[in-house]
Protein backbone atom coordinates (compact mmCIF):
# COMPACT_ATOMS: atom_id res chain seq x y z
CA UNK A 1 0.00 0.00 0.00
CA UNK A 2 2.67 2.52 0.82
CA UNK A 3 6.19 2.29 -0.87
CA UNK A 4 10.03 2.80 0.42
CA UNK A 5 11.57 6.47 -1.29
CA UNK A 6 13.93 5.38 -3.79
CA UNK A 7 16.88 7.49 -5.30
CA UNK A 8 15.71 7.63 -8.62
CA UNK A 9 17.48 11.00 -10.13
CA UNK A 10 14.64 12.10 -12.21
CA UNK A 11 11.37 14.12 -11.25
CA UNK A 12 11.53 13.83 -7.43
CA UNK A 13 10.45 15.83 -4.68
CA UNK A 14 12.93 16.55 -2.01
CA UNK A 15 11.81 15.75 1.43
CA UNK A 16 14.05 16.83 4.39
CA UNK A 17 13.93 15.47 7.68
CA UNK A 18 11.97 18.77 8.78
CA UNK A 19 8.99 18.07 6.26
CA UNK A 20 9.06 14.32 7.85
CA UNK A 21 8.64 15.88 11.18
CA UNK A 22 6.29 18.44 10.59
CA UNK A 23 4.53 16.15 8.61
CA UNK A 24 4.34 13.68 11.66
CA UNK A 25 3.17 16.45 13.84
CA UNK A 26 0.24 17.33 11.97
CA UNK A 27 -1.16 13.66 11.63
CA UNK A 28 -0.36 13.61 15.83
CA UNK A 29 -2.23 16.86 15.72
CA UNK A 30 -5.09 15.70 14.29
CA UNK A 31 -5.61 13.52 17.37
CA UNK A 32 -6.15 16.11 20.01
CA UNK A 33 -7.59 18.61 17.44
CA UNK A 34 -9.29 16.94 14.68
CA UNK A 35 -9.80 20.29 12.62
CA UNK A 36 -6.84 23.06 13.96
CA UNK A 37 -4.33 20.53 14.07
CA UNK A 38 -4.89 20.25 9.93
CA UNK A 39 -5.21 23.53 9.32
CA UNK A 40 -1.99 25.30 11.11
CA UNK A 41 -0.22 22.56 9.89
CA UNK A 42 -1.16 23.89 6.70
CA UNK A 43 -0.10 27.01 6.99
CA UNK A 44 3.14 26.24 9.12
CA UNK A 45 4.25 23.69 6.14
CA UNK A 46 3.27 25.91 3.13
CA UNK A 47 6.74 25.40 1.81
CA UNK A 48 6.41 22.12 1.84
CA UNK A 49 4.02 19.86 -0.40
CA UNK A 50 4.74 16.75 1.47
CA UNK A 51 3.80 18.59 4.60
CA UNK A 52 0.76 20.07 3.09
CA UNK A 53 -0.23 16.65 1.79
CA UNK A 54 -0.83 15.13 5.27
CA UNK A 55 -2.21 18.43 6.65
CA UNK A 56 -5.00 18.82 3.39
CA UNK A 57 -5.52 14.49 3.86
CA UNK A 58 -6.17 15.05 7.53
CA UNK A 59 -8.61 17.62 6.86
CA UNK A 60 -10.44 16.16 4.21
CA UNK A 61 -11.04 13.15 6.21
CA UNK A 62 -11.79 15.14 9.30
CA UNK A 63 -14.85 16.98 7.34
CA UNK A 64 -15.99 13.77 5.54
CA UNK A 65 -15.81 11.50 9.28
CA UNK A 66 -17.43 14.70 10.22
CA UNK A 67 -20.51 14.64 7.35
CA UNK A 68 -20.75 10.61 8.07
CA UNK A 69 -21.34 11.36 11.96
CA UNK A 70 -23.70 14.02 11.49
CA UNK A 71 -25.85 11.69 9.35
CA UNK A 72 -26.03 9.04 11.89
CA UNK A 73 -26.53 11.41 14.47
CA UNK A 74 -29.56 12.78 12.35
CA UNK A 75 -30.91 9.15 12.06
CA UNK A 76 -30.59 8.35 14.93
CA UNK A 77 -31.94 10.91 16.36
CA UNK A 78 -34.79 10.85 14.13
CA UNK A 79 -35.61 7.79 14.88
CA UNK A 80 -36.26 8.34 18.41
CA UNK A 81 -38.49 11.01 17.99
CA UNK A 82 -40.49 8.58 15.53
CA UNK A 83 -40.51 5.97 18.51
CA UNK A 84 -41.68 8.81 21.11
CA UNK A 85 -44.15 10.17 18.96
CA UNK A 86 -45.66 6.35 17.88
CA UNK A 87 -45.88 5.52 21.87
CA UNK A 88 -47.49 8.91 23.21
CA UNK A 89 -50.35 8.51 20.45
CA UNK A 90 -53.42 9.07 23.24
CA UNK A 91 -50.99 12.09 24.91
CA UNK A 92 -48.05 12.87 26.50
CA UNK A 93 -47.22 10.75 29.38
CA UNK A 94 -43.69 9.91 30.99
CA UNK A 95 -44.86 6.34 32.29
CA UNK A 96 -45.53 5.35 29.04
CA UNK A 97 -42.17 5.96 27.36
CA UNK A 98 -40.11 2.23 27.36
CA UNK A 99 -36.96 3.68 28.41
CA UNK A 100 -34.92 0.58 27.76
CA UNK A 101 -34.59 0.69 24.28
CA UNK A 102 -33.90 4.64 24.05
CA UNK A 103 -31.30 4.31 26.78
CA UNK A 104 -29.75 1.04 25.00
CA UNK A 105 -29.75 2.95 21.39
CA UNK A 106 -27.86 5.75 22.96
CA UNK A 107 -25.27 3.96 24.58
CA UNK A 108 -24.47 2.24 22.02
CA UNK A 109 -24.41 5.11 19.91
CA UNK A 110 -21.64 6.71 22.05
CA UNK A 111 -19.79 3.34 22.66
CA UNK A 112 -19.46 3.45 18.64
CA UNK A 113 -18.43 7.18 18.37
CA UNK A 114 -15.58 6.30 21.12
CA UNK A 115 -14.46 3.27 19.07
CA UNK A 116 -14.66 5.58 15.61
CA UNK A 117 -12.33 7.68 17.98
CA UNK A 118 -9.43 5.33 19.09
CA UNK A 119 -9.87 3.51 15.46
CA UNK A 120 -9.08 7.29 14.31
CA UNK A 121 -6.59 7.95 16.76
CA UNK A 122 -4.20 4.61 15.88
CA UNK A 123 -4.74 5.45 12.37
CA UNK A 124 -3.41 9.07 12.86
CA UNK A 125 -0.67 7.49 14.37
CA UNK A 126 0.34 4.90 12.06
CA UNK A 127 0.01 7.56 9.49
CA UNK A 128 2.74 9.64 11.76
CA UNK A 129 5.14 6.63 11.65
CA UNK A 130 4.96 6.74 7.71
CA UNK A 131 5.48 10.03 7.58
CA UNK A 132 9.06 10.37 9.35
CA UNK A 133 9.08 7.42 7.01
CA UNK A 134 8.62 9.75 3.99
CA UNK A 135 6.20 7.47 2.69
CA UNK A 136 3.16 8.19 0.05
CA UNK A 137 0.43 5.89 -1.07
CA UNK A 138 0.88 4.17 -4.11
CA UNK A 139 -2.45 3.80 -4.34
CA UNK A 140 -4.19 6.78 -3.18
CA UNK A 141 -7.87 6.61 -1.96
CA UNK A 142 -9.95 9.84 -3.04
CA UNK A 143 -9.18 11.70 0.06
CA UNK A 144 -5.91 11.10 -0.37
CA UNK A 145 -5.66 11.92 -4.13
CA UNK A 146 -7.36 15.16 -3.27
CA UNK A 147 -4.69 16.09 -0.99
CA UNK A 148 -2.20 15.33 -3.14
CA UNK A 149 -3.75 17.91 -5.98
CA UNK A 150 -3.96 20.43 -3.32
CA UNK A 151 -0.75 20.24 -2.03
CA UNK A 152 1.22 19.97 -5.19
CA UNK A 153 2.49 16.18 -5.39
CA UNK A 154 2.08 14.16 -8.25
CA UNK A 155 -1.26 11.82 -7.82
CA UNK A 156 0.68 8.34 -8.30
CA UNK A 157 4.15 8.08 -7.33
CA UNK A 158 5.78 5.39 -9.79
CA UNK A 159 9.36 3.69 -10.35
CA UNK A 160 10.53 7.30 -12.29
CA UNK A 161 8.68 9.41 -10.21
CA UNK A 162 8.93 9.55 -6.53
CA UNK A 163 10.30 11.02 -3.11
CA UNK A 164 13.90 11.36 -2.18
CA UNK A 165 15.40 12.07 1.05
CA UNK A 166 18.43 14.72 0.76
CA UNK A 167 21.75 12.55 1.93
CA UNK A 168 22.95 13.52 5.13
CA UNK A 169 25.63 15.73 5.39
CA UNK A 170 28.23 16.17 8.22
CA UNK A 171 28.52 19.33 9.50
Known sequence: MFKKTSNVSKGMIEITQKDKTLAAGINVAAIFFPYMG??????????????KFHAYRNLIQQI???????????????YSIYSLYNNQKDGFDLSK???????LK????????????VIN?????????????GQLPTKPKWTER????????PSTISSNQ??????????
Open 38 to 51: PIVGTIIGSKSPYA
Open 64 to 78: VSTIIIGILMACSLA
Open 97 to 103: IEWLPIL
Open 106 to 117: AAITWALLALWG
Open 121 to 133: AILSIRDALQALR
Open 146 to 153: KAMKLSGL
Open 162 to 171: SLQTPPKTLS
